[in-house]
T-cell receptor, first 115, second 113 residues
Framework: NAGVMQNPRHLVRRRGQEARLRCSPM?????VYWYRQLPEEGLKFMVY????????ESGMPKERFSAEFPKEGPSILRIQQVVRGDSAAYFC?????????????FGDGTRLSIL | QKEVEQNSGPLSVPEGAIASLNCTYS??????FFWYRQYSGKSPELIMF????GDKEDGRFTAQLNKASQYVSLLIRDSQPSDSATYLC?????????????FGTGTRLQVTL
């Protein structure tokens, strides 16, 4: 499957635990974006990464959230000390180039539920 | 606040009719626009993208862009029940170093038999 791969598809955590969400971009794509979709709301940009670099994290909450895209392996979105309000669908997208207008292709998402 | 606005719907059209979905955006700097389809509980699927003023056709879908009016639309001809989904409009805010999409909240389309 050459599409954007995310795992896990569903993740349940208790308040205070850590959540780690993984994303492997489409084959040949080196630009990764994370978006969050709250229930009944639109997709909100969180962060844009290239290999080993965070390019734009303007949509990421300042505390508890971090993202990385190492030289080897998938991109990781990490949420520390989760709270109920973190319950959402987290989508990863990838694109071929970083110039404007490049279509972003989405993975199936991770549905995070906080108990 | 740079925004993309869509009517949430639902927009109900009979099978075989033309569905017209509309979107306005506030950032005049946006140059590229995308339409995604999202079925309930699923991921957004790219339908069309448009950069230039005018119409762009792909099969049953036509995207229309009017930068002067800051208006984007998607027409779906010969609507099918399988087209029933939420349609998300997105504007690309490219800063010169980074590209990120600003999404509308989506319009729910219902195609009735």
């Amino acid at each position: 499957n050459a599409g954007v791969m995310q795992n896990p598809r569903h993740l349940v955590r208790r308040r205070g635990q850590e959540a780690r969400l993984r994303c492997s971009p489409m084959k040949g794509h080196s630009h990764v974006y994370w978006y969050r979709q709250l229930p009944e709301e639109g997709l909100k940009f969180m962060v844009y990464l290239q290999k080993e670099n965070i390019i734009d994290e303007s949509g990421m909450p300042k505390e508890r959230f971090s993202a990385e895209f190492p030289k080897e392996g998938p991109s990781i979105l990490r949420i520390q000390q989760v709270v109920r309000g973190d319950s959402a669908a987290y989508f990863c997208a990838s694109s071929l180039m970083d110039r404007g207008g490049q279509p972003q292709h989405f993975g199936d998402g991770t549905r995070l539920s906080i108990l | 606040q740079k925004e993309v606005e869509q009517n949430s719907g639902p927009l109900s059209v009979p099978e075989g009719a033309i569905a017209s979905l509309n979107c306005t955006y506030s950032d005049r700097g946006s140059q590229s626009f995308f339409w995604y389809r999202q079925y309930s509980g699923k991921s957004p699927e790219l339908i069309m993208f448009i950069y230039s003023n005018g119409d762009k056709e792909d099969g049953r879908f036509t995207a229309q862009l009017n930068k002067a009016s800051q208006y984007v639309s998607l027409l779906i001809r010969d609507s099918q029940p399988s087209d029933s989904a939420t349609y998300l409009c997105a504007a690309d805010q490219y800063t010169g170093t980074a590209s990120k999409l600003t999404f509308g909240t989506g319009t729910r389309l219902q195609v009735t038999l």
